[in-house]
């Protein structure tokens, strides 16, 4: 019984939270890897774009409830994912064709593309702030909870509860559904394949009759729906507030390179390391312990290995260890 | 001298631009941008040696400033005893730990060979390390902390006089550039920005939360300042002495004593913050033409020609017998270093460690800005970049608040989009920088001043 309450104290606080984060870590990893291989450039805008596509569900999702239109007790947000990723995509586009568009014809430095997409960041940043202004802002509707504490302690009969927020299984089913339609047209539709190719030798496939303007427009819209959804994923579960978002693209920018930059999978999978690496280094272990050991030997420290104030350097230790021992990534990177 | 008339005449009208704030709003606030705008020439020297010499792209640049800040701390702060007792010795048998475990480190790589148990070894020292770094420094954590923690509940520096800390911003944050250096500057451009940019938030997140070091996001505020006290000035005779010959005129106007002696302290208080302010100036100002001088002289030397040549082709200089590995390491941390000092300025300047105030935002990318916008590789263009983008940054909010103004003034004072517009104001400064960096990259790709090289 003591193994089984371990078991849901560990699951409770770290493999949930941890699935539904690297979730959304996922989802701006293959964004950030996706604009890397196909148009080759670290994007630094990332976070921003991220933002920009949750402030238009974070908007449209007050219209609603002020309309009354809702789902009952899914998320109104999630209506609003389809206007919100066709507002992102359209400004994705924009900015593409007055900003990056020139430089892919010059066939710029990818350093000065990372320098223009700072750029980026900046307007986008005003925009946002502009628009919806910094604060911090709630828009989860609906049903909170899929499992309760409690009811699980009915349920089972065990010491320990274990909350299913409804955010987390619609992080992951969600996720799920996007990244598997998503490596189904990377593989199997002639696009993808396209794609791959152009990311893969630009000049081969400029040879072989693939349309590079094509290629560009599928990777803003593939690229404007990963964002979209990875934002407001991450908004509903935790909250949205423009300049946590900002701060979120480095562990975007970590999960991306750990799996192998360029390479969407690796991204997918690295998403879930550094999510993973982050909580599972940072919890106190103290209550798992506890459970596990006999009572005379019960740990009074935290057991903890390091503060919760370290998250995000784990993320960015993991980077640079990466970075040295293997710095093609977990995955060899740059090919689709 | 018609080759340096784009150069004067850009700073005249920075210049001109700062004494138009002077005169529309206050000398105080003209002195404040001032002081700013040259604390980021500084910074944007160290950047401009990194990118514009050498081709390194560090997006590090918030985490050497926060070294430098830190340096402030650690060097001028008075030590506090009570602390040390409590637990310097942990703290001092941490450091040299840390250093027997660096020395075992660097001997098993030195001496045996590649192999699976070296790295087992290797693997067994750090995480053995750490664990005896954490039993011996928590105690003295803990009871560090716990000496009067609304006031100190941190070691104290060395109590020496602020301007060493300059310096002593200048090794730290070149010894972070050491390590960084020889972790990261084998990687490909875009990958260096990332690495940096992460470490540098890893720096930050340390001085933030290790209380013990400099109190962290509780702030260390009534740092030394080089300058005088606005206080003391305000009380000593020969000041007010000054201002009362500065402003005869104005006050032989007024008849009644007691008005003129309420006048005269109002010009004593406003006098002893721009005289203050001025010192600083003076101070920042002669920090930026030595490292001018020094940086423009190493730009046409023999190094500065050698550095360029590796900037422009690596392989080629490399095939000459230039060791490209060592001179980038070199420039980083010379570039680092400076940074650092712009950063034990800034701190000087405010009095007061805010670790809390460090964001990648501000401290990176307005400073990367700021080198694209003034001119890569050109020394006179960094520190008018300086200038400029820093001016904008400041004086973005004031200026878009004039033009929403002027704009919405036919709509009623409740007018929801008007009363958005004014709220959000301060929030153009971002847009006037991001167009302002897309339009000088598209347009005018080398900056306002651009890199231009004579063979003297």
Known sequence: MDFINAIVVLTNFTIIPALAYGSQLALGAIFVT?????????????????????????????????????????????????????????????????????????????????????????????????????????????EKFILKATEFKEMTGLNEGLTLKSTQAITIVVTLIIVSI????????KTGTSMRAYSDNEDLALLSGIDPKRVVLITWVIAGVLATVGGILYGLDKSYRPFVYFNNMLPIFAAAI??????????????????????????????????????????????????TDYKFAVSFSILVIVLLIRPSGIFKGKTI | MRKYSNIIAAYSIMLVLILLVGIFQSWSIALTILNYCLISAVMTIGANIQWGYAGLINFGIMGYTAL???????????????????????????????????????????????????????????????????????????????????????????????????????????????????IALGLRADYLAIATLLIAEIVVSIIKHEEWLARGVKNVIGLKRPAPYEIDLQTSQWFINLVEKFHSKKLSMINSITERQDALSQFVIDASSVYVKLCFTGLFLSVVIVLLIVTQKALYSPWGRKMRAIRDNEEAASAMGKNIVKEHLFIFILGSAIVGIAGAMMVTNDGLFTPGSYRPMRYTFVIWVMVIVGGTGNNFGAILGGFVVWF????????????????????????????????????????????????????????????????K
């Open chain 1, 34 to 142: 996706l604009i890397y291989a196909v148009l080759r450039f670290a994007n630094f805008a990332t976070g921003d774009m991220m933002s920009f596509g949750t402030m238009f569900a974070v908007l449209l999702t007050y219209y609603f409830q002020s309309i009354g239109l809702g789902l009952g007790f899914l998320p109104t947000a999630l209506l609003t994912i389809p206007f919100a990723i066709i507002m992102m995509i359209l400004y994705m586009l924009l900015i593409d064709k007055f900003v990056f568009s020139y430089y892919r014809i010059k066939k710029s430095p990818p350093v000065q593309f990372a320098m223009v997409s700072v750029g980026v960041m900046f307007v986008t940043q005003a925009i946002i702030r502009i628009i919806i202004g910094p604060s911090d802002r709630r828009f989860l509707d609906g």
């Open chain 1, 182 to 189: 998503m490596f189904w047209f990377l593989n199997k539709t």
């Open chain 1, 258 to 307: 750990v799996g192998g930059i360029g390479n969407p999978f690796g991204a997918f999978l690295g998403g879930y390391v550094i999510a993973f690496a982050e909580i599972l280094i940072t919890y106190a272990y103290k209550r798992f312990i506890a459970y596990l050991v006999p009572e005379s030997m019960e740990p009074d420290s935290l057991m903890q290995l390091l503060s």
């Open chain 2, 68 to 182: 430098g800040g830190l340096a402030v701390v650690l060097v001028s702060v008075d030590p506090v005893q009570q602390a040390w007792q409590a637990g310097g010795l942990n703290i001092l048998i941490c450091f040299w730990i840390i250093v027997v475990i660096v020395v075992l480190i660097r001997y098993l790589l030195k001496y045996f060979n590649k192999s699976k148990y070296r790295t087992y070894g290797i693997a067994f020292i750090i995480i053995g390390g750490i664990l005896l770094l954490r039993l011996t420094a928590s105690p003295g954590i803990e009871a560090i902390e716990a000496v009067d923690p609304a006031k100190t509940g941190f070691l104290g520096g060395m109590g020496l006089p602020v301007l060493f800390s300059w310096i002593g911003g200048a090794f730290l944050a070149g010894g972070l550039a050491f390590i960084v250096g020889k």
């Open chain 2, 392 to 455: 904008l940054w400041v004086e973005a909010a004031p200026m878009a608040l004039f033009l929403i103004n002027f704009f919405t003034s036919h709509l009623p004072e409740t007018n929801l989009v008007r009363v958005h517009l004014i709220e959000s104001a301060p929030y153009f400064r971002f847009l006037v920088i991001g167009i302002g960096l897309l339009t000088i990259m598209r347009y005018r790709p080398k900056g306002i001043l651009p890199e231009k090289i004579e063979i």
